[in-house]
């Protein structure tokens, strides 16, 4: 497409996406192996890292759900191993009530009790603020981690993303869904 082309030029995008898939080559073994069988070595918090440091990125954020916040933190303890300054903000950040956002009572997760909406906008603000170079998602909700990714400045990835049922592995539907969980193809399921 014409207009991606134009958008490649752009020196800072076209670096951008040259290191991107430089980094994709670099998660295989053996590449120049004839006939070449894709042999993947790099856990993608592996190929994250290594990414950010080809950037040059040196400061970090995390922006994660609460219940997801010993993955945050166990990811904050490899960063910081690897050189890198982070800054992190969990989702609840403001302890703002949902009713604030028109959600009704008998909308929540525990009905009659007071529940602090996500705020991925607050999020993004915040890690906006810090002047982070590169921002890593871990679980946030379907929707919150689209609003994040509207309103942050810095470059954004997704390191986990949320699936209540299937431990954070969504495509684990995906892979079943000609067998045990067929139900995702009907309407409603």
Do not use: W
């Not at 009659?112 to 603000?125: N, R």
């Not at 049922?165 to 399921?189: I, M, W």
């Amino acid at each position: 497409m014409r207009k991606a082309g134009v958008e490649y030029e752009r020196p800072e995008i076209r670096e951008f996406a040259r290191q991107a898939s430089i980094q994709e080559g670099e998660c295989y073994a053996h590449r120049g192996t004839a006939p070449y069988v894709s042999h993947p070595v790099k856990p993608r918090i592996q190929e994250t890292c290594e990414f950010a440091h080809k950037m040059g990125f040196k400061r970090l954020g995390i922006a994660f759900c609460t219940g997801l916040h010993r993955e945050a933190l166990a990811l904050t303890k490899i960063l910081e191993s690897q050189g890198f300054e982070v800054v992190s903000v969990a989702c609840k950040v403001g302890r703002t009530p949902k009713e604030t956002i028109g959600v009704k009572d008998e909308e929540k997760i525990r009905i009659g009790g007071f529940e602090s909406m996500c705020s991925p906008i607050a999020q993004a603000l915040i890690l906006n603020e810090q002047k982070t170079d590169f921002n890593i998602l871990v679980g946030l909700c379907v929707g919150h981690d689209s609003l994040f990714l509207k309103y942050a400045e810095a470059y954004s990835t997704v390191l986990v993303v949320k699936d209540r049922v299937l431990g954070h592995n969504p495509v684990a539907a995906l892979y079943t869904a000609e067998s045990y969980y067929a139900r995702v193809k009907r309407r409603g399921f």
